[in-house]
């Protein structure tokens, strides 16, 4: 087949079948039906990704390399940032930046074992799961409703001489109070870890300038797991404007290596063998110097490459979930005498993960969810509901030791009870949203 053919020919004809393969069976899907299965989130995607994901495969680098390269410094450049690292998920984004706050490189700001981080419980548990396991102690603040965000007014209450960091994430999109948590963290001398897995392209008016969120505190996460707001399969990313917190983030994500070396090269300082670390001997081979306890959280230049083409399309996907937000809390409208309907932080521009709602007194979410999902519609609680009540909190419930409670939790465990979502992901038409509504309307009155 590859007779007479360069390598370059070869691959642009490969790479061409695959565009016509991409564009003839997939994202062929027949208009939508009543009843069709409408998923809370999906990929959507198009010839781009997947050829990305072949000319890296033919490539077969498949750690990280030039799709790495390129994705790292788009990111940056769309948020407007100086430095990030891509990662295998958000969640391990999530951990890198955790870990980052404990380097001994910190000094006196370093988070430290019995150190207190505040945060809610009102979330997803890889938020807080890396302060749990390095031995930090999560302070837990309740959260408002309809933003589903932390309580504000709680946090100078969750405050001790022990507190070293806030980390806590951006509910589905919805920013949180973004001005007083900073203002709260820097009157405190507090890290703040802004996790925006499920916001990626919100922004918030900070002192009349749009930021996007993750770009606000000194560290911020996203995740390109497939539901999320742009994808790459599996795959995050850990951003920051800070230089020091740069170094420790990727000597965590890299085994906690001293060196700052990518893959596959070697000796970039120029003085890989004539430095003196820690107790080892003079000239020890500083690709293999190890300043903290770190990982392997790096992700593979395939995924990298779908990245790529994804970032190109981004804008567009989040003006999209906007839309479809807009256009199903408008068909909802009239339901407030039995449904909580979302509403936007203050002073932000919300890139929406999904619709939550809240089920009023009288109307019970044990029979309107099974009869949304009998029509084909998928719903999601949100996430944890309340994080303490889960088995991973049994021991430490138990001891009454390893975490911190502000005040009663009360709207956490409203939503645990009575809170539930659905998507508005950039692949849903009008009618699915229209449908949405239609369904919703009739499990409220059933």
Not at 68 to 84: I, M, P, R, S
Request: negative net charge; hydrophobic residues 35%; glycine residues 8%.
């Amino acid at each position: 087949m590859f007779e007479n053919m360069t390598e370059d020919q070869a691959k642009k004809q490969i790479l061409d079948m695959v565009s016509e393969y991409c564009d003839t069976y997939h994202n062929q899907k027949p208009p939508f039906q009543e009843g069709d299965r409408i998923p809370y989130a999906s990929r959507v995607y198009g010839h781009e990704e997947m050829c990305n994901l072949v000319d890296s495969a033919l490539e077969f680098w498949l750690t990280s390399g030039r799709y790495t390269d390129e994705f790292e410094k788009k990111f940056a450049d769309y948020l407007g940032v100086k430095f990030c690292s891509l990662v295998n998920s958000g969640s391990s984004a999530n951990l890198n930046a955790f870990m980052a706050l404990t380097s001994p490189l910190l000094k006196d700001r370093a988070i430290r074992r019995g150190d207190e981080v505040i945060t809610v419980a009102a979330g997803f548990p890889t938020t807080v799961a890396p302060v749990i396991q390095y031995g930090a102690v999560p302070v837990f603040v309740d959260v408002t409703i309809p933003q589903y965000n932390i309580d504000v007014t709680k946090l100078e209450e969750a405050y001790s001489e022990k507190t070293k960091a806030v980390m806590i994430a951006h509910t589905l999109g919805n920013p949180f109070d973004l001005k007083e948590v900073k203002a709260f963290c820097d009157r405190h001398g507090l890290w703040l870890v802004e996790d925006n897995c499920d916001a990626l392209g919100s922004k918030y008016i900070l002192d009349g300038e749009e930021r996007f969120t993750g770009t606000v505190g000194d560290i911020g996460t996203s995740s390109f797991y497939p539901p999320h707001h742009m994808t790459m399969g599996e795959g995050g990313a850990v951003y920051t404007n800070d230089p020091l917190l740069h170094k420790c983030i990727r000597s965590f994500r890299d085994w906690g290596r001293d060196c700052i070396c990518p893959s596959g090269r070697d000796n970039m300082c120029g003085h890989r063998f004539d430095g003196k670390h820690g107790e080892l001997p003079e000239g020890y081979d500083h690709k293999y110097v190890y300043s903290h306890f770190g990982y392997n959280l790096k992700a593979t230049d395939m995924q990298a490459s779908i990245g790529c083409a994804q970032i190109v399309k981004f804008p567009s996907f989040v003006e999209r979930r906007r839309h479809n937000f807009d256009r199903l809390k408008a068909a909802l409208a009239g339901t407030e005498d039995k449904l909580i309907l979302p509403e936007a932080c203050p002073n932000s521009i919300p890139s929406w993960f999904g619709f939550l709602i809240t089920c009023k007194e009288g109307v019970d979410r044990k029979k309107v969810v099974p009869y949304i999902e009998s029509k084909g519609v998928q719903t999601r609680m949100l996430f944890a509901g309340n994080l303490t009540k889960h088995p991973c909190f049994d021991e430490m419930r138990e001891s009454g030791e390893g975490y911190r409670i502000v005040g009663t939790l009360e709207n956490t465990d409203r939503i645990m009870d009575d809170t539930f979502w659905v998507g508005v992901y950039p692949g849903m038409t009008d009618a699915m949203i229209d449908y949405m509504a239609k369904t919703i309307r009739e499990a409220i009155e059933a």
